[in-house]
């Protein structure tokens, strides 16, 4: 991959400790897609890629997880969905303060209504058409990465 680094978990785990975004992920083809996506739109953008809730809940817990000015969290995800796992930083990590951006790849009105009464700062759905989905991404990685940062 050209622009996203995978972070683990375990005492042997490297990556940087800072991240433009990170992206918390199960389907490898769509972190391809957007790495694909990234390398051609942002090359200079470091992100970061977590297979899924579970990782993600343990970096926090063990106060590993890189910083990041934005994460990307997939809704569908085996074990722990991104729903349960965003109710649970906002429940027991109250001072995490990285902005939460939903990902789904459906347009179902429940869940991002209960995304946002979990106090998510956006939803975006993974559109099939690749050139909507492209747009969407890019105008929200130049907001979250670009506008929206605190020097």
Partial sequence: MKNIIKINSGPNAEYPSKFDAIFIEDSLHEVMLLDNLLAKLFPALNCGWIQNAK???ELLKLDTLPKSKVMFLDIKMPDISGLECLEIIKSEYQNYRT???MLSSS???KDMQRAYELSCNGFLVKDANLAD???????AIMYWTK???IK
Avoid: S
Avoid at 133 to 139: A, L, N, P, S, V
């Fill in 55 to 57: 990782i993600l809940l």
């Fill in 99 to 101: 902005p939460i951006v």
């Fill in 107 to 109: 347009e179902h009105a």
């Fill in 133 to 139: 989905f492209r747009e969407k991404m890019t105008m």
């Fill in 147 to 149: 506008m929206n940062t």
